[in-house]
């Protein structure tokens, strides 16, 4: 049963456009949440994340929204670029330990 | 220039021989993790150590084995009863292992049974 889920295995954007992204988890006990985007044949970079007991956190281009009662979090992403292109994993902490989601592939096209 | 570094980038081995995966940190980590990607799929979780000379199972751990004796090294060794070795083998650390705290993660090995 997979406790982090993103439904969408891609998404493509105009450049310029804003670019959500999507994450459902079931397991009310994760107590932070944080995204990472990853380029083929390279590991993961941390992105941006939230702790639970809070709704939104932004950085620059980047803001993540969490919905606990609909146990829900998106990535916005404004304005998109093409340098944004790339896989991004959603995950969910408890305990010290993470639980990923199977991934999104956003396309930024120019 | 700190980071984790993770060798080889690819590695072959014929069935049923065990393999060792290296996996060095200059970061001053705690903690450290071992996670296997198989195509189209997000991270699983093997093992992880939040401290030196321990180390506890993630959510895939059978037919896996890893050592902590120093905190900058973490080695993965897949053994021959790991039914399907074939995968994208990625090792992170984090500074404690408290779950606010982003993972940094290596480059990656990629490994195929022939």
């Known amino acids: 049963d997979q406790q982090v889920k993103q439904n969408s295995p891609s998404l493509s954007v105009q450049e310029g456009r804003i670019s959500i992204l999507n994450c459902d988890y079931t397991?009310?006990?994760?107590?932070?949440f944080l995204w990472y985007k990853k380029y083929p044949a390279e590991g993961p970079t941390f992105l941006i994340s939230?702790?639970?007991?809070?709704d939104k956190n932004e950085d620059g281009r980047f803001t993540v929204f969490l919905n606990k009662s609909a146990k829900h979090l998106s990535l916005h992403i404004v304005p998109s670029q093409p340098g944004d292109s790339a896989v991004y994993f959603c995950?969910?902490?408890?305990?010290?330990?993470?639980?990923f989601g199977d991934g999104t592939t956003l396309t930024v096209k120019p | 220039d700190g980071g984790i570094t993770q060798s080889p980038k690819y590695l072959f081995r014929k069935e049923g021989q065990n393999v060792t995966l290296s996996c060095e940190q200059n970061?001053?980590?705690?903690?450290m993790y071992w996670y296997r990607q198989d195509p189209g799929q997000g991270l699983r979780l093997i093992y992880y150590?939040?401290?030196?000379?321990?180390?506890q199972k993630g959510d895939i751990a059978e037919g896996y084995s890893v050592s902590r004796e120093k905190k900058e090294s973490f080695p993965l060794t897949v053994t021959s009863a790991q039914k399907n070795p074939t995968a994208f083998y990625l090792c992170?650390?984090?500074?404690?292992?408290?779950?606010?705290?982003?993972?940094?993660f290596g480059d990656g090995t990629r490994l195929s049974i022939l």
């Open positions: 397991n009310s006990m994760f107590d932070y």
């Open positions: 992170a650390s984090s500074p404690t292992g408290f779950s606010n705290q982003p993972q940094h």
């Open positions: 150590s939040q401290i030196v000379n321990d180390f």
């Open positions: 970061l001053n980590h705690d903690a």
């Open positions: 939230i702790s639970s007991i809070k």
């Open positions: 995950a969910a902490a408890n305990a010290g330990k993470s639980t």
